[in-house]
């Protein structure tokens, strides 16, 4: 071996280490060792066996007696490294296991080196709440954008992983009027066509078992796009969404697990165009499925290239470069821009975001309607397919709860034509349900992970210093006996205020824990248009079919849940 390249190497070791461990002295100590141990095992002697013994020995008291975390309870091996954690993610029951956790080591429990979960009311408070200041844990990278970095900072919309605050809210605010009730209700006729169709197609199966997630899924990509672009990729007619379920599966499974490594996520986004493709032999080293194209972008990407370089002030935008699957020829075909801005008419949600381009161009760059766009596919695909799959589950399992639901909304006089405001301010249980099914089922099934600020944080009686990474599984949170009377009970009433001063406060202590849309100011942008879509689609099902639930449900606690188990069978309803 070569002396210089045992210092090149020994050099690249110390860098990776002090990258790693943010440079605190005794791990800076570490890093020194480590890379002696790395010099030594180019030539295996017993001296660098010895080194190398040492190191790992070190690590270890280390961590057992002088790391800050050193008093939080959790596995034994989960102090030593992350590779406990990444063990047990990997099998896809962390929405299983982080309660058990709980129930076991009590509200705080450490479960990496420098990664601790916390379910107490207060500390869920503390780390989610208005105003906080946890900014997004480095796990989030997983899910940016390849080319994030590559581009100009203004270009750049990438609300899951955006870390500037000042830009975050900006952009939130951009966005905000086609994202609002009333923004969304200029489009309600498109969602009321596709419900229409959607529960036709429901009806003529005439009592055929189909699976629960499957018509779920095929419900959010074709209402999504018909909602954002005024046409579908004709899922329903097909009555199947072309393997999009799947591709999803295997998505979160890899982002998920590969996200725990933040140092090799950097890596990938460094590395130009192919970067990316690292995933693969990570994928099959560490055992878990490579992810696929979703087909869906097959349909979307094309469509709204298309739109948008119909517009002069839009013609140079492009699709994301370095991501899997978005050639870029998309809308190259388009000829000479025609149409100006102020003739754009409000067709549907992406005539809006680009009307808002126009009317405000320099504040709301191109860039990010395309971004925005993509997001509705995006983020919105498997939340609500989760997040319908649990009201429709819940509501027809739970005949009490489905008789009143018919009840109210027919003393209600709602209707199929009813506007989705006029049908959440008369059916209040409505909404109730769908919060609770949210409770019950909340679409994440690992947990948010945030940053402890440069101060320092007290929770649960223990002190996490800055940089320690902190959160909550909502599996745990949304089930606490203190906050939740019979916790596992599906009890929509819980959500509805009955005049009482009393109730109003346990509504509020309840609103204050629940997170089925995340929290504070870092919570979902697209929650008004999921209640949108989930409430019309569920009170429509309602008011028209009878639907049979069968089978056990089998959820993947990924960062999304996944969902498989469970079939119905939907008939025309029988009026008494
Ligand atoms: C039923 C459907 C939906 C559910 C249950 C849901 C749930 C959530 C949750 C729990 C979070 C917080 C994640 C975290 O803190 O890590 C979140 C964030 C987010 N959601 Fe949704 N979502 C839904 C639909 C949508 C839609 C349609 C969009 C389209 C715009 C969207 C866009 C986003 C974005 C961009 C974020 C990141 C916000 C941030 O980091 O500050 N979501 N969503």
Redesign the pocket.
Known sequence: MSISRDIVGVLKLRFCLSYLYRVRLPLRISCYIASLCYASMLSITPLSLSVFIAYVGYITIYRIFFHPLRSVPGPFLARFSKLWLVWHVRKGKSHIQFPELHAQFGPIVRIAPNQVLVCEEDAVKTV?GAGTSFT?GDW?QMCAAPDKNWKPVDEVLD????TNMEK?RRQ?RA?GPA?SITGLEKHEELLDAYIDKFVAKLEDLRGKEVGLANWGHIFALDS?SQFTLGKSPGYTDKGSDDGNEDASHALWQCFTVIGLFPGFVKLMHSIPKVGMLLVLPMSLLLGIRIPKIWPVFNFCSPSIMQRLKTLESMKDVELPASRPGFPQEYGKDVGVPEERGDSIEETDMLATLMRLHNDREARFPPSWVLS?AL??F???HD??M???SSAIYHTYTSPSILARLRKDMESQGVTRKSRYSEIVARVPLLLAVLRES?RLW???GWY?PRLVPATGVTLCDTYLPHGTTVGTS?WTSHFGSEVFAEPHKFDPDRWLPDGTEERRRKIGRMDSVW?????G???????H???F??IKALARLVMSCDVEVNGEPEIGGW?QCTLTGVGISVKERKMK
Do not use: D, H, W
């Open positions: 989610y997004k989030y609300l899951l992983t955006e975050y939130r966005i994202y999504m925005i997001t509705n995006g983020a919105g939340t609500l989760f997040t319908l949210m909340p679409t994440i948010l909502l997170m089925g849309f995340g929290g100011s870092r919570s979902c942008p697209g929650q248009l999921a209640r879509f989930v960062f």
